[in-house]
């Protein structure tokens, strides 16, 4: 099942939160930030499709 919108949000907040905390290794640090860089790229999708159903409506 594909994650919402607000799941990958909560997801990279809790990232965000534990990057900041400097309680990871080096090496949780570099997974951590690689798994946000997919969430946020994931949170860019839905975004955008989101932003394409709404233009196919307006028209």
Do not use: R
């Not at 099942?1 to 809790?14: A, D, G, P, S």
């Not at 990871?24 to 690689?34: M, Q, R």
Request: net charge negative; no cysteine; proline share 0%.
């Amino acid at each position: 099942m594909e994650k919402t919108f607000e799941e990958t949000m909560k997801e990279l907040e809790q990232i965000v939160k534990e990057l900041e905390s400097g309680e990871l290794s080096l090496d949780e640090s570099v997974k951590k930030y690689s798994l946000g860089l997919e969430l946020s790229k994931h949170a860019y999708d839905l975004l955008k499709n989101a932003e394409a159903k709404l233009t196919i409506k307006e028209e």
